[in-house]
């Protein structure tokens, strides 16, 4: 049950990932602010996912694999803490 809930938010994760240095190479033109909304739109999907609260698959991962949880939680707030403080940019 654990392995299924994990793979919303890691492949959320794995999206803002591959398309957190596309948005970097391409940040000056349209496709640019593209990637960068596609990498924060995914990046807080999958974080917020990750809440172990209720029906959302935080709390199944947590329960399945403590260990698995924190690290794909810990590597989503990593792309998070890139992908923040270029929002400005990426939204004007």
Same mark, same amino acid.
């Given at each position: 049950?654990?392995?299924?809930?994990?793979?919303? *938010?890691? =492949?959320?994760?794995?999206?803002?990932?591959?398309?957190? *240095?596309?948005?970097? $190479?391409?940040?000056?033109?349209?496709?640019? =602010?593209? /990637?960068?909304?596609?990498? /924060? $739109?995914? $990046?807080?999907?999958? $974080?917020?996912?990750?809440? *172990? /609260? &209720?029906?959302?698959? &935080?709390?199944?991962?947590?329960?399945?694999?403590?260990?698995?949880?924190?690290?794909?939680?810990?590597?989503?707030?990593?792309?998070?803490?890139?992908?923040? *403080?270029?929002?400005?940019?990426?939204? =004007?």
């Amino acid at each position: 049950m654990g392995r299924i809930a994990a793979a919303g *938010p890691l =492949t959320n994760i794995l999206i803002a990932a591959l398309t957190f *240095p596309l948005y970097m $190479v391409f940040s000056e033109s349209f496709i640019g =602010t593209i /990637f960068g909304f596609m990498c /924060f $739109v995914n $990046v807080f999907l999958g $974080v917020f996912n990750l809440i *172990p /609260f &209720g029906p959302l698959d &935080g709390k199944k991962i947590l329960r399945w694999n403590a260990i698995a949880w924190a690290f794909l939680l810990i590597i989503g707030a990593i792309i998070f803490s890139l992908i923040w *403080p270029r929002m400005p940019a990426i939204i =004007t």
